[in-house]
């Protein structure tokens, strides 16, 4: 059994960012409420709790979109498409004998499936191909069709303002507190649009693209280990245990991302969730896991050989409490 201890530090929102923390280090005025400006290319970075986009699981849509079918997508013009897959997360595919792929999949339509079983038709609006060392993350627009035939966007902000998704292999599973909630699960069949500011789509911008390697080794596991830490899932059931807009600082043992602060070490992460915690954590009430055994000496970079993809570190002590 492992218990997390309570903070008092916390920020609300994530897109309405402000801290107000007594400690300066952490005071942001530049953060404003766009997505691309709640990443930090390095070092420290801002939390939150939805693994997928806050209205993926709304009362209009009746459930959750758990996922999107290759089979079935259709061209702008109707015409079926064949052999549709990703290429990191642009999509190619044939139209007839004529291969289409990044820009020419603008206006295709896909089938959703909902966690109920049934099926929503979706449409990609427009498409923005990534830039630098981000050309590889295209952004799509993408829009469902309601009862009453109209199209309404699929990835929606806090005000419901419409928000881009990036395209990722495989599914995840969307439930909290059981056995694999939260779980990346690879399926050839099936990709997953990651709306934008929540931690699926949040952990390729940190770097960690799962199509991608570093010297040889893929990132597929620290990306789903990110998933786990962004969302402060200790204990690895789905279940998030902080609120939208805390710091954390994370670093890994690839290069992708450094330890460029001082603060105190909260967890190590890997694909189920975290190895071991301190008391150092964004948590907000005492969580007990069942069945942990927490590996020693929580922190040490030497873990990084040994099945620790990540480590996280938090500015919110528990002295005195």
């Known amino acids: 059994m492992r218990t997390l201890q309570r903070v008092v530090a916390a920020c609300f929102a994530v897109v309405a960012v402000g801290c107000g923390t007594e400690s300066p280090e952490l005071d942001a005025p530049s953060l404003r409420t766009q997505v691309a400006e709640l990443v930090s290319p390095n070092g420290r970075n801002l939390n939150g709790r939805n693994l997928n986009g806050r209205n993926l699981n709304n009362g209009e849509l ?46 295709a339509r896909f089938v959703g499936k909902m966690g109920d079983g049934s099926t929503l ?50 599914r995840w599973n969307y439930l909290q507190g059981v056995a694999g909630g939260g779980e990346k699960i690879e399926d050839a069949t099936a990709f997953t649009f990651a709306c934008e500011g929540a931690a699926i ?41 902080t609120t939208d807009g805390q710091w954390v600082n994370l670093y890994d043992g690839v290069g992708v991302q450094s330890d460029t602060e001082s603060w105190s070490t909260e967890a190590e992460w890997n694909e189920a969730g975290a190895r071991c915690f301190t008391s150092e954590t964004r948590a907000h009430e005492p969580v007990t896991c069942s069945g942990f055994n927490p590996i020693p000496d929580c922190g040490s970079t030497s873990h990084f050989q040994s099945g620790t993809r990540l480590i996280s570190e938090s500015p919110y002590g528990v002295s005195g409490l």
């Open 121 to 170: 038709p979706l449409r990609v609006d427009s498409i923005t191909q990534g830039s630098g060392g981000d050309s590889d993350l295209w952004s799509y627009q993408v829009s469902y069709q309601g009862s009453d035939g109209s199209w309404r966007s699929v990835c929606q902000d806090g005000n419901g303002g419409a928000l881009s998704a990036i395209a990722v292999a495989g």
């Open 62 to 107: 009746g459930g959750m979109l758990v996922s999107v079918a290759y089979a079935g997508a259709q061209s702008a013009s109707g015409k079926p498409l064949s052999n549709v897959r990703l290429q990191g997360s642009a999509f190619v595919g044939l139209d007839g004998a004529n291969p289409v792929a990044g820009m020419g999949f603008t206006g």
């Open 201 to 241: 789509a949040k952990c390729m911008h940190f770097g960690y693209k799962p199509w991608a390697t570093v010297n040889g080794q893929s990132l597929a596991g620290h990306h789903q280990a990110c998933t786990r830490m962004v969302r402060a899932d200790f204990c690895g059931d789905g279940t998030s245990h």
